[in-house]
Antibody, heavy 120, light 110 residues
Framework: QITLKESGPTLVKPTQTLTLTCTCS??????????VAWIRQPPGKALEWLAV???????RYSPSLRSRLTITKDTSKKQVVLTMTNMDPVDTATYYC????????????WGQGTLVTVSS | QSVLTQPPSVSAAPGQRVTFSCSGS????????VSWYQQVPGTAPKLLIY???QRPSGIPDRFSGSKSGTSATLGITGLQTGDEADYYC???????????FGGGTKLTVL
């Protein structure tokens, strides 16, 4: 059974760096073709894809946020970590991590999400 | 502004059929598979359709998907009040090398 769970701070101050962790179970981060993505959703707004890392540790980022994002993985801990620098109130959102099955671009399993508020 | 275009809302009566449209371009829908997600407010999105028209196990056949050119469509038949949710389309954009979502369509079951 595949599960993902996000963890991290619920409140960050403007200009701070956000670090979110996605703890995965039921699959290996090194299985050929598998990926984990981060997706966010501001309150009342649409889903926004942020980044993905695949089994070979190849990374892709949203062009509009590329300069602020880093996605990494720790295969031994079965964790995928997203860091976002220079946080702003407009970054207030629920952040989800999601599993991508073998060589596919859809998201078949999602974490429950974690709400991050950016406020001084 | 989302790369994929979806109407903001749609409504229909219980038991009726409803469709959701998703419009893109040659670099995204035109050359890649489309997936659809259902999101009940306050919960995580749930995969409904992948590879344009495939249903994951556990998704009833009331839900269907299709794609033509640079547009995709999600259909729901036999509408139920429990289908009230936001529905998102998504695909890969080969030009941008990123995944893209539509702006979502809110379904109201009257």
């Amino acid at each position: 059974q595949i599960t993902l769970k996000e963890s991290g701070p619920t409140l960050v101050k403007p200009t701070q760096t956000l670090t979110l962790t996605c703890t995965c179970s039921g699959f290996s981060l090194t299985t050929r073709g598998v990926g984990v993505a981060w997706i966010r959703q501001p309150p009342g707004k649409a889903l926004e894809w942020l980044a993905v890392i695949n089994w070979e540790a190849d990374e892709r980022y949203s062009p509009s946020l590329r300069s602020r994002l880093t996605i990494t993985k720790d295969t031994s801990k079965k964790q995928v970590v997203l860091t976002m620098t220079n946080m702003d109130p407009v970054d207030t959102a629920t952040y989800y991590c999601a599993h991508l099955p073998s060589f596919a671009y859809y998201f078949d399993y999602w974490g429950q999400g974690t709400l991050v508020t950016v406020s001084s | 502004q989302s790369v994929l275009t979806q109407p903001p809302s749609v409504s229909a009566a219980p038991g009726q059929r409803v469709t959701f449209s998703c419009s893109g371009s040659n670099s995204n829908i035109g050359s890649n598979y489309v997936s659809w997600y259902q999101q009940v407010p306050g919960t995580a999105p749930k995969l409904l359709i992948y590879h344009n028209n495939q249903r994951p196990s556990g998704i009833p056949d009331r839900f269907s998907g299709s794609k033509s050119g640079t547009s995709a469509t999600l259909g729901i038949t036999g509408l139920q009040t429990g289908d009230e949710a936001d529905y998102y389309c998504a695909t890969w954009d080969s030009g941008l090398s990123v995944s893209v979502f539509g702006g979502g369509t809110k379904l109201t079951v009257l």
